[in-house]
């Protein structure tokens, strides 16, 4: 039997602590902007999630839409005002952006505190450098359930399938740091990986956060390794509501009996990337108390 | 016969591009100072080779040594000042650093144009990001050198081993990126990977930056893999100038006739290292050129 990791209780639990976090210590309520288009996007599902997820835990969350036709000199000022503004904490913007925007340059005018996803180069550099301000979300995410179910980590093999900037690249470098405590040796492994199949061979825990529907089958999977979903697609279903449906990088029906362990797609890690996003908006609010020295 | 692939002739030829890359390109002339404590350090010896490297293309180079009992503040205001200074392009910084100085803190006084090693937050950063700026120089003379002798490495499975913020993981993320072409494949082990010979099994190419004399050997090296040497370790030895020698990871008695090619220490990665940090100064000039938009 395949065990299914659902992301529920982990995202519970860390709902938890954050309370807990809003609760012990005094100070202004933690404030989330998030920053988008406008439009209809993906980005707009989350979105939704966001201002759930704050509600339930205690977080002032608002959106900032950008007016119609709005560039990147527009994005940057909205971005620069809310770096000053001292009653927004962290910042959230939406990913991807398509041009004129450029994602890269619009979240470097936020200084690292309030990159609350950690995906401005200030704050992917720190994680480099083993001194980390925010992980992004789906990192933490990813290795919070995989922790949580005690999959093959600290000191293993594991596999990172995907090189993005800001999933699987972050993801890997957590994994291996020092600093996380986890030590594990990662096979970075990607769309151009010659022979998949053999580079995941002595994996025991692959982390795939490739966006390819199916792509994980028993073909590619060592037998009894573990694997964490990072991958989220949206497939035509003509009995879904919207006509789409998500789904990871796993064919879950072929792996089924065949990896030890599965986290589903959608009720995996995403709800833990909501609940982990939430985590560092109260520490982006404890690093910008006044108390520990705001810059 | 393992081949013995030496540095000079791949730092001749990064040089000679280097030269024609400040003929072809009229304006101030390229100028790097390099800061440090102004105390004896293995630093001091890179330091001579930077000066004579320096010379030799055509750069303006000059120290800029802290003086005694100077603390981190000094520090920080001597890069502010450098950063200000418009006849300096890039700075390079002791590294590392001991206490009460801080590397990381320091080196981000700069602009990322003038953190000619790429060493700091944001330059880290932007090459997780896959939009560089500049790659540690170190990171840029392995790959040079492999590419120079056309060892196994695009799209090819290799291993980098060693994580540290400044070397092990900026070279492998350079080796995994989109942005560098390279497209590897890379397994990512360290000091406390489990089983090391089996993590190295499926390597055809081994970035060692382990700084462990003596590791690599016939035990842990896959027969007929190549190996870049980018450790470095000092060892006794009264029959060298001053009592001791440099020394690589490489046990290079114990692979010959066993690992295909391996690089020398010295005479490797070391001078390319030099030469790919002089291509960067002309870079960093280039990229701060008004006519090219400083900030």
Known sequence: ?????????????????????IRARPGPTPALVSVHRGVESPFRFYLRRQARAAE???????????PPGAGAADLAATLRELDRDPTTHAVLLEHPLPPPFD?????????????????GATNLGRLVAQRSVHVPAVARAAIAIARHYQL???????????????VGLPLAIALVARESGLNATVILAHSRTRDLRSALAGA????SCAGRPGLLDRELVPK?????????????????RGGAKAVGDADAAALDGWASALTPVPGGV?????????ASVVRARDLLDPARGDR
Chains 1, 2 share one sequence.
């Open 1 to 21: 039997m395949t065990e299914r990791l659902d992301g529920k209780p982990v995202a519970d639990a860390i709902d938890s602590r954050t309370r807990e976090a």
């Open 56 to 66: 339930s835990v205690g977080i002032r969350f608002r959106e900032s839409a950008l």
């Open 103 to 119: 994602f890269l340059d619009a979240i470097s005018e936020l200084r690292a505190e309030k990159d609350v996803d950690g995906v």
């Open 152 to 166: 093959p980590l600290e000191g293993e093999r594991v596999a990172v399938l995907g090189r993005s900037g800001t």
């Open 204 to 207: 025991r825990t692959i982390f």
């Open 224 to 240: 009894g390794a573990a694997i964490v979903d990072v991958g989220l697609s949206s497939v035509p279903d003509p009995s879904a």
């Open 270 to 278: 995403g709800p833990v990337t909501v609940a982990e996003l939430m």
